[in-house]
């Protein structure tokens, strides 16, 4: 069981859901509950919920908020407020609300993988693009080179993203451990920090390409939830 909060503008209502409800299922017992079907778009961390995903597929957990709006039709009004990694900063804060960056550079809880979008025809082709991993671990050799189904696609067109620039992490625990080469040495790597509020990205660079010198031979990323 999984306890939410549904906020919309009139009023804020709590219910207990199962990890694997559906956003479609969950809305039915909020407007059974409320008595009106009128805030039909509902966002999470800035991102709009899709009826076909679970409450575990957007890592909603005990004691989190969604918010429900009447659904904006056409227009500047159908410009909704989302979550994205600015790739023109650096440093441990790099993210920004905004309401009309591309979708390419949602970001969510947990992992955030980085990389340039290879496919020609895609709109992001040649841009950085943010592969939301979530929570969990990733390889940065096995996930990549053996194109698993962990390997980060971009979320434009789906692609694959063999090569990362970098790795950011939002609101969870997170630990890395690996070596890498650095000048003709060998540099162990092993770190935990906590990104405990909701909004602040933790750049860690998982360059696995020749734009970073240094060459990881070992790298696990783990994420956990707080
Ligand atoms: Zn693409």
Request: one cysteine or more; glycine letters at 8%.
């Amino acid at each position: 069981m999984v306890k939410i909060t549904i906020t919309n503008p009139k009023q804020s209502v709590e219910l207990e859901v199962n990890e694997n409800d559906t956003i479609g299922e969950v809305k039915e017992k909020y407007f059974q509950k409320i008595g009106s079907r009128e805030f039909n778009q509902w966002k999470f961390m800035g991102e709009v919920l899709k009826n076909n995903k679970t409450i575990a597929d957007y890592e909603i957990e005990d004691g989190d908020e969604i918010e429900a709006s009447k659904e904006s039709r056409g227009g500047e009004v159908g410009s909704m407020a989302k979550m994205l990694a600015d790739p023109e900063k650096k440093g441990p804060v790099k993210w920004k609300t905004t309401y009309d960056g591309p979708d390419y550079l949602i970001v969510r809880k947990g992992i955030n993988l980085f990389g340039y979008c290879q496919n020609k025809n895609c709109i992001a082709y040649k841009k950085e693009v943010c592969h939301p991993f979530g929570i969990g671990t990733f390889d940065l050799i096995q996930d990549l080179n053996s194109k698993s189904n962990k390997c980060p696609k971009c979320p434009a067109c789906e692609y694959l993203l063999l090569e990362l620039e970098t790795c950011g992490f939002m609101k969870c625990k997170y630990h890395y451990v690996g070596k890498k080469i650095e000048n003709d040495k060998i540099k162990e790597l092993n770190y935990s920090n906590i990104i405990s509020e909701d909004h602040i990205l933790d750049y860690f660079e998982a360059g696995s390409n020749g734009k970073n010198k240094s060459l990881f031979v070992e790298l696990k990323i783990t994420a956990s939830n707080l």
